[in-house]
């Protein structure tokens, strides 16, 4: 049996909480971005991420904007 987490050699990481209802709660262009994201976040570090980026004055889009590179980050960190 597979899981949902697709080949990846990032290490995985078991969650506390109920991860559908912190999804549920983040605002909608986030859960937008995180349905179609290469890589299975978690909501929480999404919202994290996406807080700080609005702390800093960013626009919605430039919120996701600091989501994809992360996304960019952690996906340069993948081996091949």
């Given at each position: 049996?597979?899981?949902?987490?697709?080949?990846?050699?990032?290490?995985?990481r078991?969650?506390a909480?109920?991860?559908?209802?912190?999804?549920d709660?983040?605002?909608?262009?986030?859960?937008?971005?995180?349905?179609?994201?290469a890589?299975?976040?978690?909501?929480?570090?999404?919202?994290?991420?996406?807080?700080?980026?609005?702390?800093?004055?960013?626009?919605?889009?430039?919120?996701?904007?600091?989501?994809?590179?992360?996304?960019?980050?952690?996906?340069?960190?993948?081996r091949?």
């Open positions: 049996m597979t899981d949902n987490l697709g080949h990846t050699t990032l290490k995985k078991r969650r909480g109920n991860p559908m209802a912190t999804y709660a983040l605002p909608q262009p986030l859960r937008l971005w995180l349905a179609g994201a890589l299975p976040w978690s909501p929480r570090s999404c919202k994290r991420i996406w807080d700080k980026a609005r702390s800093q004055g960013l626009c919605m889009n430039g919120a996701i904007s600091a989501l994809a590179e992360a996304e960019r980050k952690t996906l340069s960190r993948e091949r």
